[in-house]
C-alpha cells in the first residue's frame, strides 16, 4: 500500500523520521532462491543499525514486507551502506526527506529508480483530527492508531499514570510493520502535554 | 467484530482503541456500531480485553469486503501481499511498472483516518475512466469496478472500508487533467482522501513531474518515499 508515504510534520521534525522497506517482487524473485534466506539477511542489517522500531523476526520469516524505522541520517546511510554490498538483489525503499534521501543516494552512488510524492490530504478535512494528533497517527501508514487513544495517553501522562515512553511504547502496539517512530512520538506528546 | 455481552465488564479500552470510533459504552457495555465498524480488527489484537469479550465476526457477502481494505493482516486474494494496496513503485526497479514518460497516481479514500463507503470511489472512476487512465489490474479497487469501469459494483457500494485506493498511471500528457479530476471531488465528497503521484527518476537523480505539479497549484511536501534502485529480477542461488 501507501503505506509510510504521507507522514505528516514539519521538515525539522522529519529530520528525525526515515523507514526503510525491503519487498519482494511477486512473480519475479519471491519464489527465487534463498529469497527468504536474504530477506532474513536484510532484517539483520536493520537491526544491527539501531533501529527506533522494527517489524518482529517471526515476520521477516513469513513476509513479502521487511520495515523498520530509525531515528537519523547516519543509521540510514549505514544501513544502505551494508545492503549495497551485500547485494541481495532485492527492492528497498526509503521513506523520508527528499533531499536528504538524494544526498544520501550521492554519497552511495545510487541510482534511484522512482519517487512516490505526497500532495497531502484533500476533501471534507473538517473530519480529521487535529494537525498535532495526526502527525502522531500517521506514523502507522494503516492507520490503526485512534486520535482518540493519543488523547487517552495525553491524560494519563499529564496524571502522571504513565511514562511518555510507555505511552509510545503502547500507541505503537497496533501498527504491526513497525513503521511508528516511538522516539519522534515521544517528542510530539512533550508538547502536547 | 462483535462483543459478548455477558463478559464485558464495561472497562473501554476497545472504546478508546477503535480508530474508527465505532464502540461506545451504553449502560457500561461496549456497543459496536455496526454501521461504522469496518472490521479492522485492531480492538480484537490491541484492546486486552480483560474478559475476551470482543470476538471476530464470521461475515458474509457483502460485508466481508470491508476486512481486506481495513484490516493491516489481511491478504487481499489478488494482490498477495498484507494491506489495502499493491507493490505499486516499490519494487518498481524490478517490475518497471512505471517507465519513463508515465506518471503513478494512488488516491487513497478515506484516509488518514477518518474511513470511506466504496460508492465514493465513483466520483473519481467516473471521470477517470473515460479520460482512459490504466488501473493497477492488481488493485483489490480495480476488481470491485463494474465491467465499464465507470463505478464500484451495486452490492459493495455501501460497504465501510478503513480506506480504498485508486491505482492507475497515465502518460505524463495527461497529468493536468487528472489533477483537474482530484481537485473537482474535494466539493462532492463527504470523507477525506490522499493523494499520491509516482514518478521515474531522470539522470542525476531529477524527479521530472515536479514542476508540473507545482504549476498546478499542488503542494509538494517535503517528504516521499524513494526506490533507491537496489532490486534485481532473479536472485541467484548463493
Request: glycine letters at 6%.
Amino acid at each position: 500500500m501507501t503505506h509510510s508515504l504521507h507522514r505528516l510534520g514539519q521538515k525539522d521534525d522529519l529530520k528525525n523520521d526515515y523507514v526503510i522497506l525491503a519487498m519482494l517482487a511477486a512473480n519475479f524473485n519471491d519464489k527465487a532462491p534463498n529469497a527468504r534466506k536474504k530477506m532474513v539477511k536484510i532484517g539483520e542489517i536493520m537491526k544491527n543499525n539501531n533501529p527506533v522500531n522494527i517489524m518482529t523476526e517471526k515476520a521477516w520469516r513469513i513476509s513479502s514486507v521487511i520495515s523498520a524505522t530509525f531515528d537519523n541520517k547516519m543509521d540510514v546511510k549505514n544501513v544502505l551502506k551494508e545492503l549495497k554490498e551485500a547485494d541481495l538483489g532485492i527492492s528497498i525503499v526509503v521513506e523520508g526527506l527528499i533531499n536528504e534521501i538524494k544526498d544520501l543516494a550521492n554519497e552511495l552512488e545510487l541510482n534511484l529508480d522512482s519517487v512516490h510524492l505526497s500532495l497531502g490530504n484533500f476533501g471534507k478535512k473538517e473530519l480529521l483530527a487535529p494537525e498535532n494528533i495526526l502527525e502522531i497517527t500517521s506514523m502507522c501508514g494503516h492507520h490503526c492508531i485512534s486520535p482518540q487513544s493519543v488523547q487517552y495517553y495525553i491524560e494519563l501522562i499529564q496524571k502522571e499514570k504513565i511514562s511518555l515512553e510507555k505511552a509510545a511504547e503502547k500507541l505503537a502496539k497496533p501498527c504491526v510493520c513497525g513503521i511508528f517512530n516511538t522516539k519522534r512520538a515521544i517528542e510530539i506528546l512533550k508538547q502536547l502535554i | 467484530m462483535k462483543i459478548i455481552e455477558e463478559r464485558c465488564i464495561g472497562c473501554g479500552n476497545c472504546v478508546i482503541i477503535c480508530p474508527v470510533q465505532a464502540i461506545e459504552l451504553v449502560d457500561n457495555k461496549a456497543v459496536i456500531d455496526k454501521d461504522i465498524c469496518v472490521e479492522c480488527s485492531v480492538c480484537y489484537r490491541n484492546a486486552n480485553c480483560p474478559t475476551n469479550a470482543i470476538k471476530p465476526s464470521r461475515l458474509k457477502w457483502p460485508r466481508v469486503v470491508r476486512n481486506p481494505f481495513s484490516d493491516v493482516i489481511s491478504i487481499h486474494k489478488l494482490t498477495g501481499i498484507p494491506g489495502r494496496g499493491t507493490e505499486e513503485m516499490k519494487t518498481n526497479d524490478i517490475t518497471n511498472r512505471f517507465k519513463d514518460g508515465e506518471i503513478g497516481f494512488s488516491i487513497e479514500i478515506g484516509r488518514p483516518g477518518v474511513g470511506t463507503f466504496l460508492k465514493n470511489v465513483n466520483y473519481f472512476t467516473e471521470q477517470l475512466t473515460p479520460l482512459g487512465v490504466e488501473y493497477e489490474e492488481k488493485s483489490p479497487v480495480t476488481a470491485l469496478l463494474k465491467e465499464d469501469k465507470l463505478e464500484i459494483k451495486e452490492e459493495i457500494e455501501d460497504e465501510r472500508v478503513l480506506s480504498a485506493i485508486i491505482e492507475f498511471k497515465v502518460p505524463i500528457e495527461k497529468v493536468k487533467q487528472v489533477l483537474k479530476i482530484i481537485k473537482s471531488v474535494e466539493v462532492k465528497i463527504d470523507t477525506v482522501y490522499t493523494v499520491g503521484v509516482i514518478s521515474k527518476f531522470k539522470g542525476g537523480n531529477e524527479i521530472p513531474i515536479k514542476n508540473v505539479l507545482k504549476s498546478e497549484g499542488f503542494e509538494l511536501r517535503a517528504n516521499a518515499k524513494i526506490n533507491i534502485g537496489l532490486g534485481r529480477k532473479l536472485i541467484e542461488d548463493t
